[in-house]
């Protein structure tokens, strides 16, 4: 995915910005990059890959050539960036977050008769935040610019841009699939997807952008330049995974949420029939474990760890690109605690269930440990689809998916026209599908929470909330 942090002030903000992009570093792996504004030296800008070595490391060299009142910086999963742009709306730096599934076709429809040409990454592909400054440049204004780069591109856009005079503007994607924050100190003003990066930078909470909403920030204030919308869809997974604990969206804290959901999922599941006996509830690290503590709270068995995350050399969720290196580093990440898994009877809590691949591994070295009953829960239900709004998932083939997968197995593609019926494990091919997951994967019981039950964990109106990886509803 990915996620940006900018600030413009009265004071030069260089350490702000590094640090505030810094603590996006769970949102991406592969590129970052941070520009500034100096009022005499004017644009400085760095990108440097992060794949194998962390944003802060990687950056701590540049902090002296680097100057500004104003800057701009980006943790992405994707293309190089942000990119300084000339053009006749003037120079500006740009940074994007989210998805363009009709790329080729945009370049087609709007380039190709116009001699544009774009540098193209090492894969062939067009770079997406290139795409869309040439998008923008296609309007009188950046206003006009993004609004419109919004309308004809598929998937998302969630954007700041920083232009020669020092002024930020930030754009919200136009149904806010994700958020956007703005904070204030006594010397100016932040921008940020994550609300606890500028907390720890001093910045108080100012103001959350609506679905659609742009605005100007610059050291003395902001100023709303085209209104919200009405209509938001906001991403489910920032909740359940992808969001910081510390953070809020929408006024809704991250780590609150994740207890409370792991309590509904208990709370339901004993109505349904009873939770299993266990020695331990545990979370599968970092973020399953809030899950698993409202789980073990609400159905009053015992929290334990039977696993560590091994930080100080993983310290995150995403590494390298190759799913056998990733395999690797999900079990070389992990140290067990023997005696908390010999002859125990463990359940464990993960923020959901993918492909399966990693926690195939978990669970059968669980075994090798001499675990006697190993029991899975997601935090959220079934994953059907690929997003295409967000990239949360790297699936090619939504037959990546492991509910997916087994449901062809077992009905062919008949079974591809019932996913509500086999999203429900109260029904007759629900309670098929997590039989055959479990026998697949060497799991004692297998349990999804409820789509209902993680909309009522989130608290906010259901309307308002993307769902479509579960429902394939927009």
Same mark, same amino acid.
């Given at each position: 995915?990915?996620?940006?942090?900018?600030?413009?002030?009265?004071?030069?903000?260089?350490?702000?910005?590094?640090?505030?992009?810094?603590?996006?570093?769970?949102?991406? #792996? %592969?590129?970052?990059?941070?520009?500034?504004?100096? $009022?005499?030296?004017?644009?400085? !800008?760095?990108?440097?890959?992060?794949?194998?070595?962390?944003?802060?490391? %990687?950056?701590?060299?540049?902090?002296?050539?680097?100057?500004?009142?104003?800057?701009?910086?980006?943790?992405?999963?994707?293309?190089?960036?942000?990119?300084?742009?000339?053009?006749?709306?003037?120079?500006?730096?740009? #940074?994007?977050?989210?998805?363009?599934?009709?790329?080729?076709?945009?370049?087609?429809?709007?380039?190709?008769?116009?001699?544009?040409?774009?540098?193209?990454? /090492? $894969?062939?592909?067009?770079?997406?935040?290139?795409?869309?400054?040439?998008?923008?440049?296609?309007?009188?204004?950046?206003?006009?610019?993004?609004?419109?780069?919004?309308?004809?591109?598929?998937?998302?856009?969630?954007?700041?841009?920083? #232009?020669?005079?020092?002024?930020?503007?930030?754009?919200?994607?136009?149904?806010? %699939?994700?958020?956007?924050?703005?904070?204030?100190?006594?010397?100016?003003?932040?921008?940020?997807?994550?609300?606890?990066?500028?907390?720890?930078?001093?910045?108080?909470?100012?103001?959350?952008?609506?679905?659609?909403?742009?605005?100007?920030?610059?050291?003395?204030?902001?100023?709303?330049? *085209?209104?919200?919308?009405?209509?938001?869809?906001?991403?489910?997974?920032?909740?359940?995974?992808?969001?910081?604990?510390?953070?809020?969206?929408?006024?809704?804290?991250?780590?609150?949420?994740?207890?409370?959901?792991?309590?509904?999922?208990?709370?339901?599941?004993?109505?349904?029939?009873?939770?299993?006996?266990?020695?331990?509830?545990?979370?599968?690290?970092?973020?399953?474990?809030?899950?698993?503590?409202?789980?073990?709270?609400? *159905?009053?068995?015992?929290?334990?760890?039977?696993?560590?995350?091994?930080?100080?050399?993983?310290?995150?969720?995403?590494?390298?690109?190759?799913?056998?290196?990733?395999? %690797?580093?999900?079990?070389?990440?992990?140290?067990?605690?023997?005696?908390?898994?010999?002859?125990?009877?463990?359940?464990?809590?993960?923020?959901?269930?993918?492909?399966?691949?990693?926690?195939?591994?978990?669970?059968?070295?669980?075994?090798?440990?001499?675990?006697?009953?190993?029991?899975?829960?997601?935090?959220?239900?079934?994953?059907?689809?690929?997003?295409?709004?967000?990239?949360? $998932? !790297?699936? !090619?083939?939504?037959?990546?998916?492991?509910?997916?997968?087994?449901?062809?197995?077992?009905?062919?593609?008949?079974?591809?026209?019932?996913?509500?019926?086999?999203?429900?494990?109260?029904?007759?091919?629900?309670?098929?599908?997590?039989?055959?997951?479990?026998?697949?994967?060497?799991?004692?019981?297998?349990?999804?929470? /409820?789509?209902?039950?993680?909309?009522?964990?989130?608290?906010?109106?259901?309307?308002?909330?993307?769902?479509?990886?579960? *429902?394939?509803?927009?």
């Amino acid at each position: 995915m990915g996620g940006f942090f900018g600030a413009a002030s009265h004071h030069d903000v260089v350490l702000d910005v590094f640090f505030g992009v810094d603590y996006h570093s769970h949102l991406g #792996t %592969r590129r970052a990059g941070m520009i500034f504004h100096d $009022s005499e030296v004017g644009f400085q !800008r760095e990108i440097h890959s992060i794949e194998n070595t962390p944003f802060r490391t %990687r950056f701590e060299d540049d902090l002296p050539g680097f100057h500004g009142c104003s800057g701009i910086g980006c943790i992405s999963d994707t293309d190089p960036q942000p990119l300084l742009v000339r053009s006749h709306l003037g120079t500006f730096g740009i #940074t994007t977050v989210g998805a363009i599934n009709n790329a080729e076709q945009l370049v087609e429809d709007y380039f190709e008769s116009g001699g544009k040409q774009f540098m193209a990454m /090492s $894969s062939g592909a067009v770079n997406t935040t290139e795409l869309v400054a040439a998008l923008i440049n296609q309007k009188g204004s950046f206003v006009e610019g993004i609004k419109f780069a919004q309308d004809v591109i598929e998937g998302s856009l969630t954007l700041l841009i920083m #232009t020669s005079d020092g002024t930020i503007i930030a754009a919200r994607d136009k149904v806010g %699939r994700l958020p956007v924050l703005i904070g204030k100190n006594g010397e100016g003003f932040c921008i940020s997807f994550e609300s606890f990066a500028y907390h720890k930078l001093g910045y108080d909470d100012e103001y959350e952008l609506g679905p659609g909403e742009i605005v100007r920030v610059d050291a003395d204030g902001y100023e709303t330049i *085209s209104p919200a919308g009405t209509q938001m869809k906001i991403c489910a997974f920032l909740w359940v995974y992808y969001g910081y604990p510390n953070s809020n969206y929408e006024g809704v804290n991250v780590e609150v949420m994740r207890y409370r959901n792991g309590a509904i999922m208990a709370r339901d599941e004993a109505a349904a029939g009873g939770v299993p006996d266990v020695d331990y509830v545990a979370g599968v690290p970092d973020s399953g474990v809030p899950h698993a503590i409202g789980y073990s709270t609400e *159905s009053k068995a015992p929290f334990g760890r039977p696993f560590i995350k091994y930080t100080p050399t993983w310290p995150r969720s995403f590494m390298p690109t190759n799913q056998d290196v990733r395999d %690797r580093v999900a079990k070389m990440k992990l140290i067990p605690v023997p005696e908390l898994i010999r002859d125990k009877r463990l359940m464990f809590v993960d923020d959901s269930i993918v492909r399966g691949t990693q926690l195939q591994g978990t669970v059968n070295y669980l075994h090798e440990c001499g675990a006697s009953e190993v029991h899975m829960r997601s935090a959220c239900p079934p994953i059907m689809f690929g997003c295409k709004y967000l990239s949360f $998932s !790297r699936s !090619r083939s939504e037959m990546e998916l492991i509910a997916r997968r087994v449901i062809q197995e077992l009905e062919g593609d008949e079974g591809q026209q019932h996913l509500d019926e086999y999203a429900d494990s109260s029904t007759e091919r629900g309670a098929c599908m997590l039989k055959s997951i479990c026998e697949k994967m060497g799991f004692d019981s297998l349990g999804y929470q /409820s789509l209902d039950g993680m909309l009522e964990a989130i608290g906010i109106d259901r309307e308002k909330i993307c769902t479509y990886c579960w *429902s394939g509803k927009e």
